[in-house]
């Protein structure tokens, strides 16, 4: 399937590993010239190299702090600069600790905050314009099954993430005229680096083998297995697309039937 994406120009965020490095390289695939970025330049600029030696395709890696609204201001700069506008944007931060509300100061709900609320909103402010002057766009958040199905000892997660799926269905119908996207993929649990730092927090707290916290997961998942980083970047490929242009407002997940929720 053509998916029309070729000669796009797609910003990724938090795309040095884990679903946002997955993603970018499924864009490459598609023809998609790439804006990634990442707090650790070396990283990020090791990632541009490898998916122009292996996939091929225009690579920029830039390093930024995503919660520094500084740092995005010189993203989108560099981003303008080399390609003069951005098709795509796909917002993905990593995920905020773990813990209850009372083990949390007001200091990391600021940083949540800045990290996966704020940095969504001033990615976006920096793009819509130019996305509405040229009336084509495609904004696709990460999110998390959290915001559909709260999930135990991620209360920072639960609320940040929610705000940011009430900010895109709303700004979806907004700019819905503007031929301009606005989904929410919302990934269950998948084998990245996120799983394992919550896979040995699940252990410790409940005094089980990190192998028992995963096979706790394994078995609430109907289909009885981990997804891979792989399976969402295809819908996000997807999403990001012509073929797509007539889906917008939606959070779909991608969790193995982890969700219980007729709709």
């Known amino acids: 399937m053509d998916l029309g994406l070729r000669g796009k120009v797609a910003l990724v965020a938090g795309s040095s590993r884990g679903l946002g490095r997955a993603v970018a390289e499924e864009l490459a695939r ?22 122009a030696s292996n996939i091929g395709g225009d690579t920029l890696p830039v390093p930024a702090n995503l919660s520094d609204p500084d740092d995005i201001v010189r993203l989108l700069r560099t981003a303008q600069d ?10 993905n931060t ?12 007001p200091q990391a709900w600021h940083d949540a ?17 130019q996305m509405k ?18 999930v135990d000892g991620l209360i920072l ?15 979806a119908n907004e700019v819905a005229r503007d031929g301009i996207t ?26 089980v083998e990190v192998d028992e916290a995963y096979a706790t997961w394994e078995r609430e998942i109907p289909m009885g297995r ?22 917008t407002g939606t959070s779909i997940p991608v969790d193995g039937g982890w969700i219980r929720a007729l709709v």
């Open 30 to 51: 598609e023809k998609c010239a790439l804006v990634l970025c990442s707090r650790n330049a070396d990283e990020i600029s090791n990632v541009a190299r490898e998916i």
């Open 82 to 91: 080399r390609f003069g506008r951005i098709d795509v944007l796909v917002t």
């Open 94 to 105: 990593g995920g905020p600790p773990a813990g209850t509300f009372e083990s949390h100061s």
């Open 113 to 129: 905050i800045a990290q996966n609320l704020e940095s969504v909103l001033n990615l976006v402010r920096g793009v819509l314009p």
């Open 133 to 150: 002057q040229r009336q084509w766009g495609r904004i696709v958040n990460i999110t998390s099954i959290a915001v559909k199905q709260p």
């Open 157 to 171: 997660s639960n609320s940040v993430r929610a705000a940011v799926t009430g900010f895109a269905r709303t700004l």
């Open 182 to 207: 606005v989904n929410n993929v919302m990934p269950g649990y998948t084998r990245t680096e996120r799983l394992v730092h919550l896979a040995e927090h699940n252990a410790q707290s409940r005094g």
């Open 226 to 247: 981990l997804g891979e980083p792989e399976e969402l970047a295809a819908l996000v490929a997807f999403l990001a697309s012509s073929r797509a242009a007539y889906i």
